[in-house]
DNA sequence: CCCATTGTCTCTTAGTCTGATACTTTAGTC
DNA sequence: GACTAAAGTATCAGACTAAGAGACAATGGG
């Protein structure tokens, strides 16, 4: 269900905050669900347990997750739950996202190129949850 | 020409090599070209010399420029020579806008809301080159 | 020859990632 | 109630990297 690149230049934290979002983004996991234990979760991917306890943390700082001593984690948030007038999330969510078409720009990718990655991009996001 | 920032998460010697190589595959820079002295672009962008130095070197490294001391740094590559490592670039940053893209989702903003979002940024990003 | 210009090198500082290990809390079981 | 297993948490260490400060080396013009 979640997969990491040890050879990638992300950090391995980063991937895992990135897939665990992706997953509860797509409905794969929903309020409720629960998650592995960090040591089997870092067993099962070959890393260390405090990289995966990493993450687990930050989601539970983004509020996403809850984790509890002894007992586990499991997810708090979910897609349909809407967060309601939330401007700091909003102001926080268009930043990470003016910072990502930047980085596109800068890179050198045309208008065209990086607006067809948004379509598909988007496509992926929405389709069948 | 060549913009760079400083709170980014990519390092500014990686915003720099892409920010480079976009400039050669756009023809903006093309074969014979004379690059800025370290220390001016340094100054420009109001970062280190090395920085730039290094950003200068690692396109050297890839065939794209040629370094000479004393005399300076000097395009050697052509538009069609810098496409091929620029796919890895692509998918870098497909990856900082799913990711971005993902974090939207989750934040419960709706698909129009980062559509609107989203066209907004790609607007002010392309206003004035 | 002398000097300004330019790229290159060395060293330092600070920060981050990842892992090893130990600690604390919860929940069951006898 | 004490004990044990399981789970998250905290602390420390080692390695790596980014970025800057400053010195060094090569090139070319007067």
Do not use: C
């Not at 629960?34 to 993450?55: C, K, M, S």
Request: overall charge positive; hydrophobic content about 45%; cysteine-free.
């Amino acid at each position: 269900m979640l997969s990491i690149s040890l050879v990638s230049q992300v950090p391995l934290h980063d991937q895992l905050v990135s897939g665990l979002r992706g997953l509860i983004a797509a409905g794969k996991l929903a309020r409720g669900d629960e998650l592995p234990p960090v040591r089997q979760l870092a067993a099962d991917l070959g890393i260390n347990l405090n990289t995966v306890a990493r993450a687990y943390r930050e989601l539970t700082d983004a509020g996403l997750l809850a984790s509890v001593r002894g007992r586990g984690t499991v997810v708090i948030s979910s897609v349909e739950r809407s967060f309601g007038p939330k401007v700091e999330e909003k102001r926080r969510v268009e930043a990470a996202i003016a910072a990502a078409l930047a980085d596109a720009k800068i890179a050198g990718l045309s208008r065209e190129t990086i607006e067809s990655m948004l379509e598909r991009q988007m496509e992926r996001l929405w389709k069948t949850p």
